[in-house]
């Protein structure tokens, strides 16, 4: 083990705080700030690899890598995996083991011999607009501790780039997604906090429901992010003739949706699991991507806005859909 990796929290910490320092006093570019956080980010949690993924559309484009990484400054992958967790849900996350973790791209992280990773969101004005990722070669290296250096390093990054061109958004591309239109996440829990406001004054109850594509990753990674591309659209306009007037249907990134039912019911459940049953069955009969599966796991959450906030709520949808997965993934094998 390396001497660095063995930095006591303290000293971590004091990483950060040097790192501000030198930011405010030598005024770095956006890019030097990239990649001198990146470099101290790896040295203050032992991790042997790091960079930025920003999102440019439906796509994220690396920055500043450093270390044990097959991704070069400009390469460009889909926001899915860990980093477009990290970016829908808006927390750093952490993946103690690559090999076992649904969350991650196993094969890929296998290849390129990563076993563990920290990602934290990038903000700028309540929009996560990118991650800062940390990873290493062994399993479960990181502790909590690494995760509150790599929070405060990314609060660094977003503070020092946000007057940079490529950070002057318009109001649509914060609140809608890019690629299919649907709702983005920061206007899903605008709404989402809207109907726990009026369910709990009302009295109403409202259901979430959370759906992830089993098979995308396959065909995003053998036929091309175009067809990957095709799949989504293809599902989001499905979706979209599905909702009521009322209801709001997002994407959170990758082949994550999300469906708020407003003013509903249980008795409501099943005639809207057979919808989107529905949809994806003729997605899949319109692609015609012979030999590869095209199937929704659908987590649901019914609410009468007794919950803390929007957040958690859909956290809680997330983790049911995660539990719908696992179920999926063990009749299949």
Sequence with gaps: MSAIAVLSEVERLHYVVETQRMIN????????????????????????????????????????????????????APVEGLSGLCVSQGVALQSRDCETDPRVDTQACLAAGLRSMIVAPLTYRGQTVGVLKVFSSRHGHFDRADMDVVELMANCIASSISDSPPFEFDARSVLYDPLTGLASRALLLDRLTQVVYEARRYGRSFGIFFMDLNGFTAINQSLGREAGNIVLRTVSRGLSATVRTGDTLARLGGDQFVIVCANADR????????????????????????????SPSIGVLWSTGG????????????ASMYRAKHRHTDLAS
């Design 267 to 294: 008795s409501v459940e099943d005639r809207i699991r057979r919808r989107i049953d529905s949809v994806i069955a003729k997605a899949r009969e319109e692609l015609a991507f012979d030999g590869f599966e095209l």
């Design 307 to 318: 919950e803390a906030n929007a957040d958690n709520l859909l956290s809680a949808a997330m």
């Design 25 to 76: 006093v030598i005024s770095l570019d956006a890019e030097s700030v990239m990649k001198a956080v990146v470099e101290r980010a790896r040295a203050a949690t032992g991790a042997e690899g790091a960079l930025v993924e920003l999102i440019d559309g439906d796509e994220f484009v690396t920055r500043a890598p450093r270390g044990i990484t097959d991704a070069p400054r400009g390469a460009r």
